[in-house]
Nanobody
Framework: QVQLVESGGGLVQAGGSLRLSCAASGITFNTHRMAWYRQAPGKQREMVAAISSLGSTNYADSVKGRFTISRDNAKKSVYLQMHGLKPEDTAVYYC?????????WGQGTQVTVSS
């Protein structure tokens, strides 16, 4: 049974920082591309950051220079360090693990940035 469990969300003031974590089980973690997506109310889910099984990363333009994705294969975990948070970063953040197709999704963690 595959499980992705996110944690670390919360309420933060604009300019603040948060670190999201996603712990995976039931998959061969080091073979999966890992990514963070987010979905704000009334908007489509969008990719925020991704890291390949070899460690290469890519980011949405809106978060470049502010967010950093990393992974720890020994802990089967992926992280999203967020700095300089803005109200428009408010969303539910989802962890995704994928080799092909849609992959697996976590339940999401809420990030709210107040102005």
């Amino acid at each position: 049974q595959v499980q992705l469990v996110e944690s670390g969300g919360g309420l933060v003031q604009a300019g603040g920082s948060l670190r999201l974590s996603c712990a995976a089980s039931g998959i061969t973690f080091n073979t999966h591309r890992m990514a963070w997506y987010r979905q704000a109310p009334g908007k489509q889910r969008e990719m925020v950051a991704a890291i390949s099984s070899l460690g290469s990363t890519n980011y949405a333009d809106s978060v470049k220079g502010r967010f950093t994705i990393s992974r720890d294969n020994a802990k089967k975990s992926v992280y999203l360090q967020m700095h300089g948070l803005k109200p428009e970063d408010t969303a539910v953040y989802y962890c995704n693990a994928r080799i092909s197709g849609d992959g697996y999704w976590g339940q999401g963690t809420q990030v709210t940035v107040s102005s």
